[in-house]
Structure formats: C-alpha cells, structure tokens
C-alpha cells in the first residue's frame, strides 16, 4: 500500500465577500502534515477542498493525479480516502456499528463478511468494540469522536484528512490518537487541522496559515527555530513591550519579545515560534 501524492496548487476560495483561502499551494505524501492556524484562518476550508467535499473557486486540488473536478475521478479519490469533519453529524439512533457499516457500503466494500471484519477492526483499533450495540446518542463526545475516527480508517485509507481530530479528547484518547496515526505515517498520508501547537509537535510536517495564506511551511524545529534568541527567563517583573509573559512554578517569568542586553536566553518552544511567525507577517514583530 502506497500513501496518496496529494497536490494542491495556488488554491483560492471566497463565500461571497470573504476571503478563505489565497494561493495555498501545498504538497505532501507520507507522513503527518498539520495546518495550524487560529480559529477561521482558513484549516477547515482547505481540508474540505482536499477531502473532495467542496471545489475551490481557483487553483488544482489532486489525490494521486485524480482531478475531483471529474466525477469518475472524485468517485475513485473518494475511495482511497479517509476524511473526518469537525462536526460530525449522527443520526442519535443509529448503533455504532451501523454508522460505520453505512461508511464501508459508501466506500463500495460490497463483500459483507469482509466489510463486517473491517467495521469491528477500526472500531476495535479506537477502542470502541465493546460498544457495537449501543445508540449513537448515547456516546459521550470524546466517543463520538473516536467513533469518527473509526469511520475514516474503513477500508485502509491511503489519504487520511482530519479536522481537528483531538477536540474533545481526554488525555487517553489523545494518546490513543496519536498512537493510530503513528502506525500509518508510513503507509498514509495525514492531513489534519489543529489550532494547538502541542498537537503539531509530532508531526513530520507544519502548515501554518493565516487569514487564509500560508506563512509557513517547514519542520517542527524550523518552525520553534524562528523565534531563537527571542524567549527568556526573568526574575520579577517583565520589562514592558514583551510579546507574551508567563509566571514558571518557580517565581520566574519567561518571555516572548526582543531580551534585554542581560537576559538568561532558553530554547524556544513550537508555540513560540508559531506566534513569531504570526507576528513577523503581521509586521509586528
């Protein structure tokens, strides 16, 4: 099995007089690529183009050189991927393993038996077998989401795209997600939106955007590595004009700016650099 080419090129998209996206050019296959950004710079509109779900109004969208602009090939790229929305919409009555039994009859796995296996199997890999019987209604949100986690892994997927896969997570579901898409970062590929650095710092690749551009495109460390020489610890009180401050558990500030002559310099973190990369196209920094 061979992880999908995904290729996105000067993608562009407006509802009506607003902008998402502007000439988002993206490549990736293998691996785990996270679009990281805040909230409405864009992550979810860009995933939904590339998850086949909606077209863009420019630019060239292609899962391993199929054009979703033709139906034959939207149908085909459909079924190598996996994708996961942010909200996930369940009809309450459903049984668990109904609502991922209806995904693997989309996806065209016409043998029943097989088809069945598959079912038990991504339930089983998010940790909800046991639950096969029980309503849809009935799962706490954190299930829910595990329980769309499992729809998308039907049918091993070459292309997974998930929208903010962590939310509503507990910590043992967050580590139960990772673990999944550890195991196939070699055979997929993982798109996923997330607006939390700490969900980025594991991944292969980072996509920051930003009012619907990209503002960054790199590695993890590349991506902490902008904001070197900018972050440091600082007995009592801040000097004014600092970025960001926060008080450590043993009285010390670190902080976010330009250091004074005598500051104690530390290793920057991902979030760090992510804020200097926002500052710096913002023109602020």
Not at 1 to 29: C, I, N, P, W, Y
């Amino acid at each position: 099995m061979k992880a999908s080419h995904v290729f996105v090129e000067s993608v562009g998209k407006s509802f009506g007089t607003r902008t998402a996206l502007v000439d988002v050019t993206l490549l990736a296959q293998g691996g785990i690529t996270a679009v990281l950004g805040p909230n409405g710079c864009g992550k979810s509109t860009l995933l939904r183009c590339v998850a086949t779900v909606m077209e863009p109004d420019t630019g060239t969208v292609a899962i391993d050189g199929l054009d979703p602009r033709r139906e034959p090939e939207r149908i085909e790229a459909r079924r190598r991927l996996g994708y996961a929305p942010q909200e996930a919409g369940f009809d309450a009555r459903l049984r668990v393993f109904d609502a991922v039994d209806y995904v693997g009859v989309l996806k065209g796995l016409d043998d029943t038996r097989r088809r069945r296996r598959s079912v038990f199997e991504a339930l089983d890999r998010v940790g909800l077998a046991e639950r096969v019987g029980e309503r849809v209604g009935d799962l706490s949100g954190g299930m829910r989401r595990r329980l769309v986690l499992s729809q998308t892994l039907l049918g091993s997927p070459t292309l997974l795209v998930l929208d903010e896969p962590g939310a509503g997570l507990d910590p043992d579901e967050r580590l139960r997600l990772r673990e999944v898409l550890a195991e196939r970062r070699r055979t997929t590929t993982v798109l996923l939106a997330t607006h939390l650095t700490d969900e980025a710092a594991g991944v292969d690749t980072v996509i920051v955007l930003g009012a619907g551009r990209v503002l960054f495109a790199g590695g993890p460390a590349r991506l902490a590595a902008h904001a070197a020489g900018r972050v440091w610890l600082q007995t009592g009180f801040p000097p004014p004009g600092v970025r960001a401050t926060w008080q450590q558990a043993d009285g010390r500030h670190r902080c976010l700016g330009h250091p004074p002559p005598d500051a104690e310099l530390v290793e920057p973190t991902l979030e760090e650099g992510y804020l200097i990369v926002q500052e710096l196209v913002a023109g602020v920094a």
